[in-house]
């Protein structure tokens, strides 16, 4: 059974830091695509991130370019996505997504979703 389960949300203040993890169950990340995204109330999901399979590259929305890390450790099955210098605009709830092969910033490019964990940032 593919699975995947996010953890490390919570509230924080602007400008802190936090870590967010991706656990992958029932299959191996190493040959999948994974993405991070986010979605506010009232608001589309979009794609904060991805790790490509095939060399690891990786991609981030200009919002939070030079803020937020994606890493993968295949070793561990774990996708994490280091989120600094937050804002009140990252507050969102953060979805990690895992697509077999080559996938994108889209959502409708995966198939596999975590339930997600939210991210609150306020002073």
């Known amino acids: 059974q593919v699975q995947l389960v996010e953890s490390g949300g919570g509230l924080v203040q602007p400008g802190d830091s936090l870590r967010l993890s991706c656990v992958a169950s029932?299959?191996?990340?190493?040959?999948?695509?994974i993405g991070w995204f986010r979605q506010a109330p009232g608001k589309e999901r979009e794609g904060v991130a991805y790790?490509?399979?095939?060399?690891?590259?990786?991609f981030y929305a200009d919002s939070v370019k030079g803020r937020f890390t994606i890493s993968r450790d295949n070793a561990k099955n774990t996708v994490y996505l280091q989120m600094n210098s937050l804002k009140p605009e990252d507050t969102a709830v953060y979805y990690c997504a895992a697509e077999f092969g080559i996938a994108g910033m889209e959502a409708d490019e995966y198939d596999y979703w975590g339930q997600g964990t939210q991210v609150t940032v306020s002073s």
């Open positions: 029932g299959f191996t990340l190493d040959y999948y695509a």
């Open positions: 790790t490509s399979s095939s060399d690891g590259s990786t």
